[in-house]
């Protein structure tokens, strides 16, 4: 059960402000501002009819083309020297002139389809050695314009067609393919496809998005693929792992692409499983990975205290099926999902749950404190609490942000009797975590870099901090989180 009056769907759920130095309230840029269905400038609506009489991917006769009035002055070019003057155009001009009419496109499908063209277009430079950025855009460039060409040309077909018919064009390009590439981590090969995809798909409605999806899960026989890495132990099938998270994040979940768009996909690939998967597959596609080797870190959470870079990918995608796009995840759904996320693989440090909810933003935190104290859960309500101030001190948030949130989860409670527990539980947790710490560094249980002397250091300043905020509050003066 969790109250979800607090939840505040229309807006993008945000951050505690920092101290000291200073962040923007970091949410993902979000590609253009079209309201969803609309296609990006350049792309067209699905449907629209172009003059003519052939259809795309119909036969078309060899070099002697019979006189046809869509042709126009083309007709009177052979073949060949129609395919050699495409060489010398460049791909946006290409997409143009298949606007023509459907016997233009049609050839232009031809066209693609011959050694030369798919020399020309279906580029293969996808291994740059970093930092190739400028490489890199101007490949991705390539294959949007490419997207919007295919776009154009199968214009006219039913969807399933449309994919089968852009499917054979790119069938050749192994880099495309969910296991395809011998170097996936310098290979720009899914995210080209991504890009290509992205542009084919703009303005397609939800039942033709399903069956892209559908479409690609099954090209890449991916439910099962999915199932022998949700299934298994983690790690031991650390190969498929980063070829799905690579697949995922570059074809389904492009960087550019818009927040809706997203939510949809990142909705398909979790929703059919259960929620105890959901959390495993989450943690594949966003959590943390070894610089090294790329492979998923599945340790990480539960060694030691952990860094916000390797909690961000997952406070997005947390933020992204919280947020208004996702609109098939209720909040209990997301909670939920929280909740098993910090088990995968073993229960999490409760400091690494605290920092992924701080990250994952105001509303979606507030919502889960509250979900604990509706249900009398404040013990474990209190210590999460606890560890919630001591992130605001390490990470450098405002502490009265902590503050905010602990008194608007004291009004959850029904009665001032359970209020006053949870707040005895919270500073009793206080005074435990302080003892633990200090007999920690009497014991002399000294590492390399001191962390039990650093970790005692940081939460009495924690604990300081978090009171001089209630001070103040109490005493009526204003904020003083700026000592
Ligand atoms: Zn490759």
Redesign the pocket.
């Known amino acids: 059960m969790t109250p979800s009056a607090e939840r505040g769907r229309g807006a993008r759920p945000r951050q505690p402000r920092r101290r000291k130095r200073c962040r923007s309230v970091r949410t993902p840029a979000t590609a253009g501002t079209a309201p969803p269905g609309t296609a990006p400038p350049g792309t067209d609506p699905p449907g629209t009819d172009l003059p003519g009489t052939d259809l795309p991917g119909t036969d078309l006769p060899g070099t002697a083309a019979p006189a046809s009035p869509a042709l126009g002055h083309f007709q009177t070019l052979p073949l060949e020297l129609f395919q050699m003057l495409l060489n010398y155009l460049p791909v946006k001009d290409i997409s143009t002139l298949s606007m023509v009419s459907k016997s233009i496109s049609a050839r232009l499908i031809r066209y693609i389809a011959t050694a030369a063209g798919s020399r020309r277009l279906l580029l293969q430079d ?2 740059q050695e970093p930092p190739a950025p400028r490489g890199a855009a101007s490949i991705l460039e390539h294959y949007r314009a490419l997207g919007l060409l295919l776009k154009r040309c199968t214009l006219l077909l039913p969807t399933r067609d449309r994919l089968r018919s852009v499917q054979r064009l790119l069938q050749g390009v192994s ?1 495309f393919k969910l296991s395809g ?1 011998a ?2 981590l310098r ?1 720009l ?1 899914l995210r080209c496809y991504g890009e290509f995809l992205q542009i084919l798909t703009a303005g397609w409605d939800e039942l033709e998005c399903h069956r892209v999806f559908n479409f690609l899960w099954e090209l890449s026989n991916l439910a099962r693929k999915v199932q022998t890495v949700v299934s298994s132990k983690p790690g031991s099938a650390r190969r498929l792992e980063l070829r799905i998270r690579l697949f995922c994040r570059g074809v389904l979940l492009s960087p550019g692409s818009r927040r809706s768009d997203s939510a949809f996909w990142l909705t398909r690939i979790l929703k059919p499983w259960p929620m105890v998967n959901q959390a495993r597959l989450l943690y594949i596609i966003f959590g943390p990975v070894s610089s090294r080797d790329g492979h998923v870190v599945w340790q990480k959470m539960t060694e030691g205290p952990t860094d916000e870079s390797s909690l961000k990918g997952l406070a997005d995608a947390i933020k992204l099926l919280y947020g208004t796009e996702a609109r098939e995840w209720t909040a209990d759904d997301v909670i939920s999902l929280v909740d098993e996320l910090s088990v995968v693989p073993q229960e999490w440090l409760m400091e690494n749950n605290a920092r992924l909810l701080l990250l994952s933003g105001n509303s979606i935190c507030f919502t889960f404190l509250a979900s604990k104290a509706v249900n009398g859960r404040a013990v474990e309500l209190a210590k999460l609490m606890v560890f919630m101030v001591l992130v605001c001190e390490k990470d450098l948030y405002c502490m009265d942000w902590a503050v905010r949130m602990m008194q608007k989860v004291c009004k959850v409670f029904s009665t001032p009797w359970e209020r006053n527990n949870f707040l005895q539980c919270l500073e009793n947790c206080f005074a435990r975590m302080l003892m633990d710490m200090l007999q920690a560094v009497l014991a002399g249980d000294r590492d390399e870099e001191d962390s039990s002397f650093l970790n005692l250091f940081h939460l009495m300043n924690a604990q300081a901090n978090f009171h001089k905020e209630i001070l103040s509050l109490a005493m009526g003066s204003s904020s003083s989180s700026s000592t």
Do not use: Q, S, Y
């Open positions: 996808f291994h880099c590439c170097v996936p290979c090969g």
